[in-house]
């Protein structure tokens, strides 16, 4: 193992150069002395190590091809030879690399062969085959067959295993990714929605100031002053409040201003107020607290439907706004005009009650909106803590 606690693994080429290793060193008698062990042993050495050359990619066929080399084997000798250990490392092999059923038929094999080489080698060295004599040597050769062919299903079984647990990280790994990007389109949507509310409230305030300030150029001029001033700044705080949003879009930018809560009500409604509107409120006391999101979401309900008010409701419109926190934080929002803005043909392109709507719903909220008895809209909403 590594520093790291992982386990040291040959690569491909690795296991190539060291299945090379394995056949030459199981070779090296052969080729150190050809001259006295004889033809046949050299030839049946290189036949029972060479197909090791091919034990990983084609078990089976290798384990064949050894198999039948030590088959032959009794034909031409009747002692053991060293390149023998050839076969349990194919019976190995198969286990390892292939199936259950090969590796129980190579197991079967390797059975058999232990009755065959027990009785030639027995005979081999002159002597009779009897329980005494023939119980050490098959039994030795079998437990080898049965320890290559355990190690070879162990290391399959474990690779199985591994095999599991690496599809199973990489799928949650692919969830984990698809979590986060749904997240990261819900938060664009958020955003996108609250851009609409900034540039939609800025843009109200912007055009009402600047209707004033053109009929205050006529009979007043040195009131233009001052609204072109208030001009500027709703501009300029409505660009701020833009970039922010934007920069949430960016990557490694958090965006560190704070979210409105209900204490800023007041100085939207002050606003209001500033570019000629006729608002009256009912607030909660400062520093009432409660849930960010139940907050941030009242403070829209109130900027969204003052926006509508200066865009319908006329400029004469008197505006009520009431808002309360109720026992369980409950925060309800209740905006009520008296103007014409009923009566105003909706050109379909307005976003501000639908936008509404959804951050109220999202919340587990409610929201009414129409037109009042006698004229006037009414925007109320409830939304839990």
């Not at 934007?246 to 409604?269: E, H, M, S, V, Y």
């Amino acid at each position: 193992m590594d520093q790291t606690g992982q386990r040291w693994r040959l690569g491909p080429r690795g296991q190539v150069w060291f299945d090379r290793a394995l056949v030459a060193a199981i070779l090296v008698p052969v080729a150190t002395f050809p001259f006295l062990l004889g033809t046949s042993w050299t030839v049946l050495g290189v036949l029972q190590a060479v197909p090791l050359l091919w034990r990983r990619t084609h078990p089976v066929a290798a384990f064949a091809a050894v198999a039948a080399a030590s088959a032959v084997q009794p034909l031409f000798l009747d002692t053991p030879m060293w390149t023998q250990v050839a076969f349990p490392i194919a019976t190995y092999s198969v286990a390892r690399y292939a199936g259950t059923w090969s590796s129980l038929g190579a197991l079967a094999v390797g059975f058999a062969g232990a009755v065959v080489a027990t009785m030639v080698w027995i005979n081999g060295y002159d002597g009779e085959v009897t329980p005494s004599t023939f119980a050490p040597y098959f039994v030795t050769i079998a437990t080898i067959e049965v320890a290559a062919w355990a190690l070879g299903t162990l290391g399959r079984t474990r690779q199985a295993y591994v095999d599991t647990l690496v599809e199973r990280g990489e799928r949650i790994a692919r969830e984990a990714a698809q979590e986060v990007e749904l997240a990261a389109q819900a938060e664009r949507a958020r955003i996108a929605r609250e851009m609409h509310d900034v540039v939609a409230h800025g843009l109200s305030v912007i055009v009402v100031q600047a209707d004033g300030a053109r009929y205050a150029a006529q009979q007043q001029p040195e009131l233009a002053v001052d609204t072109l001033e208030r001009i500027a700044g709703t501009g300029r705080e409505a660009l701020d409040e833009m970039r922010r949003l934007l920069g949430l879009l960016r990557d490694g930018d958090t965006g560190t201003r704070p979210q409105p809560r209900l204490d800023d009500l007041a100085l939207l409604i002050e606003d209001a107020r500033g570019a000629g509107g006729d608002v009256r409120s009912s607030l909660p006391a400062l520093g009432t607290e409660v849930a960010p999101g139940t907050a941030l979401t009242a403070y829209r309900v109130v900027q969204e439907a003052l926006s509508n008010v200066r865009k319908h409701a006329g400029p004469t419109a008197t505006t009520l706004i009431d808002v309360q926190v109720l026992p369980g934080r409950e925060v309800v929002v209740e905006v009520l005009d008296d103007g014409r803005g009923a009566a105003v043909a909706d050109d379909g392109h307005g976003l501000g009650l639908v936008g509404m709507r959804e951050r109220v719903l999202a919340h587990g909220g409610e929201l009414e909106t129409g037109p009042r008895p006698g004229g006037g809209y009414r925007v109320c909403a409830r939304i839990p803590g």
